[in-house]
């Protein structure tokens, strides 16, 4: 069971590495720096120089997405989403092909080699558990569904390729990346579980406190969903003005949403922090919550004040998955001492 806690956190941490990751690709706009999907320009090495390819890869990859794209709307048709598919195949930017850039081609070979990683940790997670079957069934079946939803995550990045990064195909690759953590999180919780692994300072849960916990993360989910139309937002008028120092007042609502839903989430994560504070036990979740809300405010408003550095995006990102993960084991905990306590 050790043996497993090790992989399963292991594997967790890969995750969010992941993440970090694929908020560098975002940040340096990397994410066409391979046309297709799993291979890169064709080959499972990219290459390193536009000279290395035919004179026509634009047309062909243009060619080669849009192929893609036609099977894409018939699954969104299937799912009664006419009208998106039908703006999929009708919107000509998609088709629109980039220039060869080697740096950002291998940005993004690496974010995909990562994944395969993951993938390849993630089965390990799954075969790992099947010891379990009869003994401990929830572990093997929570461990399945983490593998098919990482094989769902690549079926959809393949889309997320093909459309020319979508905002919106975007956005449900990032959540489906969150319910991974949430899944590979509860994972970790059984294994303690199973354990018996208790605190020798352990958290004096309430229910007003498995409240306060899951409105944090409700809000941090809110503000995520704002975040994700400010990105849409930044990308639009990325193409449009090429000061950095103009695109914040260029996002309009979005930013000023995304800006004032901030306050709620801080002020219910302070809450929070002083309602752990009050019951004692579990020091390091006041802490680590403390840290985490201040670094990812403070990254926030980094962007905001420095025009949007790139090196802030991905980190402001992987802070607030960080968060939403320790929110989420902590509702863990709670539940788990609430039951024990009725009990």
Request: charged share 15%; aromatic share 12%; hydrophobic share 50%.
């Amino acid at each position: 069971m050790r043996t497993f806690n090790r992989l399963t956190r292991s594997t967790l941490i890969a995750v969010y590495l992941l993440i970090l990751v694929g908020g560098v690709v975002r940040s340096t706009g990397s994410g066409m720096g391979c046309p297709d999907w799993p291979k890169c320009f064709g080959q499972w090495v990219p290459p390193t120089s536009v000279d290395q390819l035919p004179a026509t890869y634009k047309e062909d990859y243009s060619e080669y997405r849009h192929q893609k794209n036609i099977k894409f709307a018939k699954y969104l048709s299937a799912f009664g989403l006419k009208r998106t598919a039908e703006q999929i195949l009708q919107d000509k930017s998609i088709r629109e092909e980039e220039d060869f850039n080697p740096v950002k081609t291998w940005i993004e070979y690496v974010n995909r080699i990562i994944g395969v990683i993951i993938g390849f940790l993630i089965f390990a997670v799954f075969a790992f558990s099947l010891r379990y079957w009869k003994t401990n069934r929830p572990l093997t079946i929570l461990s399945f569904l983490s593998f098919v939803l990482v094989g769902f995550q690549g079926w959809i990045g393949s889309f997320v390729v093909s459309t020319n990064l979508t905002p919106w195909t975007v956005t449900i690759h990032m959540f489906l990346a969150m319910v991974i953590v949430a899944l590979i999180i509860l994972i970790v919780h059984k294994i303690g579980q199973a354990e018996m692994v208790t605190s020798s300072n352990p958290l004096q849960a309430s229910s007003l406190l498995n409240v306060l916990v899951i409105l944090c993360m409700i809000a941090l989910l809110v503000q995520i969903l704002f975040g994700t139309q400010v990105r849409e937002a930044i990308d639009r008028v990325a193409t449009e003005i090429g000061d950095r120092q103009e695109w914040i007042a260029a996002t309009g609502s979005s930013f000023i949403i995304h800006r004032s839903f901030s306050w709620i989430v801080l002020i219910l994560n302070a809450l929070l922090v002083v309602k752990l504070w009050k019951t004692g036990g579990e020091n390091r979740f006041t802490l680590s919550v403390i840290l985490l809300i201040l670094g990812t405010v403070l990254t926030g408003a980094g962007m905001a004040w420095f025009s949007i550095p790139p090196f802030l995006q991905p980190v402001h990102l992987l802070l607030a998955t960080v968060t939403f993960g320790l929110e989420f084991l902590l509702v863990l905990k709670i539940n788990s001492s609430m039951n024990l306590v009725l009990k």
